[in-house]
């Protein structure tokens, strides 16, 4: 391992649409759980837009979508159900983001502390990470249901820090969305957005420090947000 760069000292990572296209998972695990419950399926693009708040929020979204409003306690065990078909299935049909495995394989080797801060559960996102090879290299993970409220709140990312001891401004978030960016801001740390991740918002309306086209696009993205 080299000397410890300078900035940022941690970089962290959202998981959904950032690292991984875990969609058609939960497309296929949303779509087994509605119709157990004998309501029809969603397409792929469908899905897509219900997620990035967690699974409770996947739920509602679906139920909205469906006119059929739903409360907290059946939402609950929706959710509940949709996690015990979700699970076992999470890594059949996702899969990397270009240059994923090397820009973290990468910035692990310069040093950077690491972490992946997602909305997703986080045995869940054990799961897809232990699957390809990504947990290793990261020094933490923080997953939607660690107790904080979720993004585009920041209380996962200031947990991140406060577990790997660095400051929210020695600190970059890699995200896909509105919600990592507007996360990112109110922690007080530099954001970088990835092209073609899950939202109808373009990468350039974000409004992160950086848009990344490829994920091994970042040592571009810190010398340029560092020079600023
Ligand atoms: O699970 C979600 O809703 C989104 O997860 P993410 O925070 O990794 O994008
Ligand atoms: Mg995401």
Redesign the pocket.
Known sequence: MSDSPTWPKAILF?????LVDSVPDIHAALNDTLASYGEPPFTLEAVTGF?????PK?IERAYAALDKPIDPASRDKVVERFLAIYGPRATELTTLNAGASSIVRQLDDAGYGLGVV???PGSETATILSHFGLSDAMDIVVG?DAGPAK?PAPDLLLLACERLGVAPSDTMFVG??ENDVAAAQAAGMAVAVLRGG?TSIPAEALGADYVLERLDQLPQAIMSIKAV
């Not at 959202?14 to 950032?18: E, H, Q, V």
């Not at 997620?51 to 699974?55: K, L, P, S």
């Open positions: 959202d998981l959904d649409g950032t997620v990035g708040q967690g699974v996947l997602t909305n997703k939607g993004k896909d969305s899950y």
